[in-house]
């Protein structure tokens, strides 16, 4: 359980990847952008679709190859599918089962180390309509934070990290209640002690991070559960608050405001309720699906829409060091997360891994592609 980056600064429904050497990387399908498409990637002159997924063949579109990474994601899509009881349930136009998404795990699977051309016998595509109804689906990034803590409260590590307060009578305190009024204070709930609220703060919006100790030592600290406040967007009522242009802002950019106006970060900390707790962890950080995340090709969805265990096949926008859709790359994609800032299908998120160079390709990312679902041609 985790929250878009972009979406927790912005919470918009409509308005990247670096080349690399590696073997899967190359076999991309590459399109340009024809000049209609706007800097974040709209197309307009893009028509209206009929339904949630519309079928399309999948002989328009060549399949990255199916390396290391991929076998492993497809994996961990099977161990996520066999941890509940197979069913099949209505998402949008379609009725998918646990049995459908299974057949296309193991079609991918049957083609380890080679571009599966074959499966256009196999294989069908669903293209998802996105927030306008037009195919525009917004692609941004998450990633996993490294805080700096101390198992001590001291003058310099003061802000505490919170367990879930299972023993709590009543509705869960808020933010404001907790973080203002220490309500949670003296119950041994203390985790560790951060230097910067805003460090946890973006942690809790993550949904996991990193500690690191004075001595070196990391350790991961995973969702465990919230206080089921609703969330609201702190970028969002900056960008109201001083009448700045929603384009202009980035995480970095938040950041920012947050250190030159010190006298008001517990007040704009406050302005979202939602309050996210955590528990230790010595396994790889993981997602709703209970399997570990795979860097660039794990993603948060929507549920509702599209389920976990799914196998998505997604244009992603690349993006230029000015914020522009330069052209688009074809990746496969699997569901594996959620996101509480992920609503509809208009929008999708991309582990982007751990630390400060997985933290920027996720503050970098926050334009339109498409996105299908793949399914049996005799989806069950």
Wanted: contains cysteine; charged residues 25%.
């Amino acid at each position: 359980m985790r929250y878009s980056l972009v979406l927790f600064f912005l919470n918009i429904s409509l308005l990247s990847c670096n080349s690399s050497a590696d073997k899967g990387e190359r076999f991309m399908q590459i399109s340009n952008v024809k000049s209609t498409v706007s800097k974040l990637g709209i197309q307009g002159e893009a028509e209206e679709l009929d339904s949630v997924f519309t079928r399309i063949e999948l002989n328009g579109f060549n399949l990255p190859i199916i390396d290391e990474q991929h076998i492993k994601a497809l994996e961990n899509q099977k161990i996520l599918l066999s941890k509940r009881e197979l069913k099949k349930e209505h998402f949008g136009n379609l009725n998918i089962s646990d049995t459908s998404l299974l057949s296309v795990i193991n079609s991918l699977l049957a083609y380890q180390y080679t571009e599966p051309y074959e499966l256009i016998d196999n294989l069908e595509l669903y293209k998802i309509w996105g927030g306008d109804k037009k195919g525009h689906v917004q692609f941004t990034g998450y990633f996993t934070p490294i805080i700096y803590v101390n198992d001590t409260l001291d003058e310099t590590y003061f802000y505490p990290i919170y367990s879930f307060p299972s023993k709590w009578e009543g509705p869960l305190p808020s933010r404001e209640d907790i973080d203002g009024k220490f309500v949670l204070d003296g119950k041994g709930l203390e985790l560790a002690y951060a230097k910067d609220p805003v460090d946890i703060y973006f942690m809790q919006v993550q949904g996991s991070g990193y500690v690191k100790y004075p001595d070196g030592k990391l350790q991961l600290m995973e969702y465990n559960g919230s206080n089921r406040h609703p969330y609201r967007s702190i970028g969002k009522y900056i960008v109201k608050k001083e009448h700045l242009d929603l384009t202009d802002i980035s995480m970095d950019g938040i950041k920012k405001y947050l250190k030159t106006h010190q006298d008001q970060v517990d007040s704009l900390l406050f302005q979202n309720p939602s309050y996210t707790f955590f528990k230790f962890s010595n396994k790889k950080p993981k997602g709703a699906g209970q399997v570990s995340l795979s860097k660039m090709i794990s993603v948060a969805v929507d549920e509702r829409y599209i389920p976990l265990g799914s196998c998505l096949l997604a244009k992603i926008p690349k993006v230029s060091k000015k914020g522009k859709v330069l052209d688009y790359e074809i990746k496969l994609l699997y569901a594996q997360d959620v996101g509480g800032a992920i609503k509809g299908t208009g929008h999708i998120d991309i582990y982007m891994g751990i630390g400060k160079n997985a933290k920027k390709k996720a503050s970098d990312l926050y334009h339109y592609g498409e996105l299908y679902l793949l399914l049996p041609k005799k989806n069950e």
